[in-house]
């Protein structure tokens, strides 16, 4: 009796070739690797080696760079906003944000910033959190009642503000014998 234990594919499980066993093997002696020279050795991976001659990835000239403070956003459009919505996997009545997109399964990581574009359309009046947004989106998202609330970026709170009344009037330095 056929069973899941006793299924056996004979030509999908193939013998790995034996190298250094003999010159009758085909691939004894050298082992397929060839007369001595570096890519004969053990532990030798040349890549990009052109034989001296200005590798291809040195002669084309650099370009660019990758910013490494770059900001990345999640992207939701209304139109699966509102699929969602429609497959019961979001609740109206709460407030949307990255928890709630992420559980619905819109975003991949729920910490990533979010940005809802504006295609598709909006039927119900919906309460929005989200980091930033476009002026489409917005705009029907007003028309249709809803409320939406921009995250704000805790490093703008943070940063430090010049002040430039506050001078230094006495430094109580008494070795200091510079002129005033």
Excluded: C
Excluded at 29 to 39: D, I, V
Excluded at 69 to 84: G, R, W
Aim: aromatic share 2%; charged share 35%.
């Amino acid at each position: 009796m056929l069973k899941l234990n006793n299924i056996s594919d004979v030509g999908s499980v193939k013998k790995t070739k034996r190298v250094g066993r003999g010159i009758g093997s085909g691939k004894g002696k050298t082992s397929g690797a060839g007369h001595k020279g570096q890519k004969a050795r053990s532990g030798v991976a040349i890549k990009g080696f052109e034989g001296g001659q200005m590798p291809l990835h040195r002669r084309l000239p650099k370009r660019g760079f990758k910013n490494p403070f770059k900001k990345k956003y999640s992207i939701v459009n209304l139109e699966t906003l509102q699929k969602a919505i429609d497959r019961k996997k979001i609740d109206i009545k709460k407030e949307i944000d990255s928890e709630t997109l992420f559980s619905a399964g819109l975003i991949r990581d729920k910490r990533s910033m979010i940005k809802l574009l504006g295609q598709g359309k909006v039927s119900l009046a919906l309460n929005v959190k989200v980091d930033k947004i476009s002026k489409n989106a917005l705009s029907m998202i007003e028309k249709a009642k809803g409320k939406v609330t921009l995250s704000t970026d805790n490093t703008k709170e943070t940063a430090i503000k010049k002040n430039s009344k506050d001078k230094i009037s006495d430094t109580k330095n008494k070795t200091s014998k510079a002129k005033e």
